[in-house]
């Protein structure tokens, strides 16, 4: 069969689309090969350049806020009131009588409070006096009684839930938490709270918002010596400070 000098005019031509074609799949492809990157890098800014290993410490804020993304809480260990005045307390709030006394447990340290009917009166300076600090917190539940009150620590401020227990004693939760965010790859929020309360946070899971949805799931609560990787990064959270203002991210 004899082919005409159209047809291979028509040959050549359509050679030459299917030619034109796969050069410019090529360079598409290559485009997005070098244009395309982790699924991480894509959410956020570029990948911040850091040496191949090291430790940085992060800040973690005070937020008088409870239960941040969704954490739930319990509650502290109940402790007793008595009547019996301590031979510490030398000041008591004039015309408030029937006062029942205790000892706050919080981050190690105890700090005398006693319960009248104007609310809590807590000695967070530790002088014997009930009568210089803030004070005193008056009934905000409906039960016995409840109230949101700040303890001035010696590592920073820690508002709680405080209130007399049904099952006898008092105790309460937390009303704060710490927050920063993580310092490499991309801004991913971070948050601390004293979910078994007694006012250390180093003995609590670090929780990095990987999806960014607010609330906390599988793989995001980090533990103290614990590994984890972002990306094609290694990651270990080395420690948490006890009061909760700081934590140190070591990478490798």
């Given at each position: 069969m004899k082919i005409g000098t159209r047809e291979v005019v028509l040959l050549f031509g359509a050679l030459a689309i299917l030619?034109?074609?796969?050069?410019?799949?090529?360079?598409?492809?290559?485009?997005?090969?070098?244009?395309?990157?982790?699924?991480?890098?894509?959410?956020?800014?570029?990948?911040?350049?850091?040496?191949?290993?090291?430790?940085?410490?992060v800040s973690l804020a005070y937020?008088?806020?409870?239960?941040?993304?969704?954490?739930?809480?319990g509650q502290a260990d109940r402790f007793s009131l008595a009547a019996a005045r301590p031979a510490e307390i030398r000041v008591i709030p004039e015309g408030d009588s029937d006062l029942q006394y205790g000892e706050l447990p919080l981050g190690g340290a105890f700090y005398p409070i006693a319960l009248g009917r104007a609310g809590l009166y807590l000695d967070a300076n530790h002088n014997g006096d009930l009568t210089d600090d803030r004070g005193p917190y008056a009934n905000e539940g409906s039960g016995v009684f409840a109230t949101t009150a700040e303890v001035p620590t010696a590592s920073g401020p820690y508002s709680m839930w405080f209130f007399l227990s049904n099952m006898g004693g008092a105790t309460y939760y937390a009303k704060c938490h710490r927050a920063g965010t993580f310092p490499f790859l991309r801004e991913y929020k971070m948050v601390l709270y004293d979910a078994q309360p007694n006012g250390r946070y180093d003995d609590e899971p670090l929780v990095i918002d990987w999806n960014d949805?607010?609330?906390?799931?599988?793989?995001?609560?980090?533990?103290?010596?614990?590994?984890?990787?972002?990306g094609d990064r290694a990651f270990r959270l080395?420690?948490?400070?006890?009061?909760?203002?700081?934590g140190t991210i070591a990478y490798f």
């Open positions: 030619f034109a074609m796969f050069v410019s799949g090529i360079f598409l492809f290559l485009r997005f090969v070098k244009t395309a990157g982790p699924a991480i890098a894509e959410r956020g800014p570029a990948p911040a350049s850091a040496p191949a290993a090291g430790t940085q410490v937020v008088a806020e409870g239960f941040p993304m969704g954490l739930s809480a949805n607010g609330s906390v799931e599988e793989g995001e609560s980090i533990r103290v010596g614990q590994d984890f990787r972002v080395a420690s948490i400070d006890p009061a909760g203002a700081s």
